[in-house]
């Protein structure tokens, strides 16, 4: 016998908008723009803000000798 399975799901009707179906978002995220927890304390004593900071604007020599200062 070479029966095939039959599929017996129905397509899901999709034709229709139904409001309020679905996940929904209730609350919002509130980004808030913090400084680092190490900002005071940093392990290896750097302040790795100044030097990003030269970086990025691309002053790579004066981000090399922030890192060196000290």
Same mark, same amino acid.
């Given at each position: 016998?070479?029966? %095939?399975? /039959?599929?017996?799901?129905?397509?899901? $009707? *999709?034709?229709?908008?139904?409001? #309020?179906?679905? &996940? %929904?978002? /209730?609350?919002?995220?509130?980004?808030? $723009? *913090?400084?680092?927890?190490?900002? #005071?304390?940093? &392990?290896?004593?750097?302040?790795?803000?100044?030097?990003?900071?030269?970086?990025?604007?691309?002053?790579?020599?004066?981000?090399?000798?922030?890192?060196?200062?000290?």
């Amino acid at each position: 016998m070479t029966d %095939q399975p /039959i599929n017996m799901t129905r397509p899901l $009707d *999709l034709t229709h908008e139904k409001r #309020n179906v679905g &996940p %929904q978002r /209730i609350q919002r995220p509130i980004y808030a $723009d *913090l400084l680092p927890t190490c900002n #005071n304390a940093c &392990p290896a004593g750097e302040n790795i803000q100044a030097w990003l900071t030269h970086a990025q604007a691309g002053r790579f020599k004066e981000a090399w000798q922030s890192l060196t200062e000290n």
